[in-house]
């Protein structure tokens, strides 16, 4: 099994920063592809950015491509998901998602095997 914990969700204005952290834990060693979606009100849930556990082959959906950075700290078994110039069409539930699937990137939530709880992010003056 593994455990995955959501964390750094908060509000912020536009234009503004925030990093979402999700710690892994449990057999870290199962897992091939982490991938961060977010699910905003009345809205269906949806792929934001994934990466390979190894670091590499990060993948990004076309509205945050260039805002937001996906990464790894392999010290830690943590992924982070930095958010800059944040647009309030940002705000949604964003939850994390391991897949021991080998593929370079994972779009479709069927293909996750574990999920965090989510945390809320939301961009408004």
């Known amino acids: 099994q593994v455990q995955l914990v959501e964390s750094g969700g908060g509000l912020v204005q536009p234009g503004g920063s925030l990093r979402l952290s999700c710690a892994a834990s449990?057999?870290?060693?199962?897992?091939?592809?982490i991938g961060w979606f977010r699910q905003a009100l009345g809205k269906e849930r949806e792929f934001v950015a994934g990466?390979?556990?190894?670091?590499?082959?990060?993948y990004y959906v076309d509205s945050v491509k260039g805002r937001f950075t996906i990464s790894r700290d392999n010290a830690e078994n943590t992924v982070y998901l930095q958010m800059n110039s944040l647009k309030p069409e940002d705000t949604a539930v964003y939850s994390c998602a391991a897949s021991k699937l080998p593929w370079t990137f994972l779009t479709a939530a069927r293909l996750y095997d574990y999920w965090g709880q989510g945390t809320q992010v939301t961009v408004s003056l």
């Open positions: 449990g057999n870290i060693f199962s897992i091939n592809y």
């Open positions: 990466i390979r556990w190894s670091g590499s082959n990060t």
